[in-house]
């Protein structure tokens, strides 16, 4: 497939609809038929703010090379390797073989399905290019720019919710270690709950930090997480957890002041070697235990929320939709993702359990190089077309893995939540013990080393 009559669109507009030519495009498919559509257009969004519109008419056949062909046409002077993709919470989903282009597309049609089902306009299916960028301007980081939308509200709702808040929260934000005054912003990491994540140095320390700065006009379920994540970041104390120094108030905006991990997210490490990844798994099993031995719930173990650095540390952080549980069970059901364990896909009681299986299927994917089972993603935003108790959970390659680590992704994503590991089950299982040696100096390498590439990379 090639282009058919490619539009560029201004950075001053965003268009409202896509045509197939200039008209509204509509996919009239039933839940198994969207990938039989005659057209689908791909909006290609460009660094500068504009956008180009391709037409595909054979979605089936698309393959990435196309796509990467079509890229160029667009991006002429930059090399793109890559592309990504938004999935239901905002962040930013790699693509970089026909496999993972076929998740994508999945996860799109789920999307149009459920658009249908609502009666809504169906939007087009947006990418954004990852081109090689001169070194000065590349972020090495390689952290998420996470999306969320932002409405308009009223900075009262938000002053309600602190007036309700614990006298905790009141006291993080009335103890003056961190003010704007002190803080010079350096380079933006990315975007997360309504807010801008920027890397930025403290004067009086002589730190450097992470500093999410959130606007107060956004929704009221945001401003809830916001609370939820500063009482969990002012809790808790654990050298797997991601440091907090701090909040303040300016104007209309909250920030909030967090230690900067220089190596970023895991999700941007593809396949990691299963002796860094035992490390890894060790910090990451002790960090969740420390949190539940608080009653704290997790809720969104996924790679992208394990963070490590060049002195071989991961920790935890992205702590929007925690909760604290009551009797070990929790049933409010908080958004989706392809992360989420059985119970919670289907609505059903879920505790400590669940988190187990987001850490099993993380780690399977951070193995693998890629999310386990991919067909999952076609219906995880429309969860009535999908029962995920039909599908086997996945087993890792017999022969590429040792027999420790493919028995603790087997536990780990039992269907029955019962039968997956307890906390110590986790921290006594062999694989665990095999790497709890506190050798941070294997991550530390490994993290130095995959930099450096992505580095050379952004040379050439």
Not at 156 to 171: C, I, N, Q, T
Not at 268 to 290: D, F, S
Not at 294 to 310: A, E, G, Q
Request: proline content about 6%; hydrophobic content about 40%; overall charge neutral.
């Amino acid at each position: 497939p090639g282009p058919a009559g490619p539009a560029r669109l201004g950075p001053a507009r965003r268009p409202q609809h896509v045509s197939r030519g200039a008209g509204m495009l509509w996919l009239l498919c039933g839940p198994c038929g969207a990938m039989d559509s005659q057209a689908l257009v791909i909006r290609i969004k460009i660094p500068d703010g504009a956008a180009v519109d391709w037409t595909v008419h054979s979605a089936p056949q698309l393959l990435f090379r196309d796509v990467l062909d079509v890229i160029g046409q667009v991006l002429p002077d930059a090399t793109t390797t890559a592309f990504e993709y938004e999935d239901e919470d905002g962040d930013r989903i790699t693509v970089r073989s026909d496999e993972e282009m076929k998740a994508m597309l999945s996860y799109y049609y789920s999307t149009v399905m459920e658009q249908q089902v609502n009666g809504q306009l169906i939007e087009p299916l947006q990418i954004y290019p990852r081109a090689c960028k001169p070194p000065g301007k590349r972020n090495i980081h390689g952290l998420k720019v996470r999306i969320s939308i932002i409405v308009s509200g009223k900075l009262d709702g938000f002053v309600m919710l602190l007036k309700k808040s614990s006298a905790e929260l009141k006291k993080i934000l009335a103890n003056g270690q961190m003010n704007e005054q002190d803080i010079r912003y350096r380079d933006i990491l990315g975007h997360g709950n309504g807010g801008t994540v920027y890397k930025a140095y403290h004067v009086r320390s002589g730190k450097i930090l992470a500093v999410k700065v959130i606007p107060l006009d956004i929704t009221l379920e945001l401003q809830k997480q916001i609370m939820s994540e500063l009482e969990i970041l002012y809790k808790c104390d654990s050298s797997y957890i991601i440091g907090f120094y701090g909040a303040f108030f300016v104007e209309n905006r909250i920030s909030l002041c967090t230690e900067f991990m220089d190596g970023g997210s895991l999700d941007v490490y593809r396949k990691i070697p299963e002796h860094v990844l035992g490390r890894i798994a060790v910090a990451v099993v002790k960090g969740l235990t420390y949190l539940w031995s608080l009653k704290i719930l997790h809720r969104d173990v996924k790679p992208s929320n394990m963070l490590v650095n060049t002195r071989g540390q991961v920790k935890l952080c992205d702590f929007g939709v925690s909760t604290q549980l009551v009797n070990s069970i929790a049933k409010t059901y908080v958004g989706t993702n392809a992360y989420m364990a059985p119970e919670r896909i289907s609505g059903e009681q879920y505790g400590i359990h669940s988190d187990v299986w987001s850490l099993g299927i993380s780690f399977m994917e951070l193995a693998l190089g890629r999310f386990p089972y991919p067909q999952v993603r076609l219906f995880i935003t429309a969860v009535c077309h999908c029962d995920i108790h039909s599908y086997e959970s996945p087993v890792l390659p017999a022969g590429e893995f040792s027999e420790p680590f493919v028995h603790f992704i087997t536990q780990c994503m039992k269907k029955q939540p019962k039968e997956r590991p307890a906390p110590e089950d986790l921290m006594g299982h062999p694989f665990v013990v095999q790497y709890n040696d506190g050798n941070a100096e294997v991550v530390s390498m490994w993290v130095c080393r995959m930099l450096e590439e992505r580095r050379a990379q952004g040379a050439q």
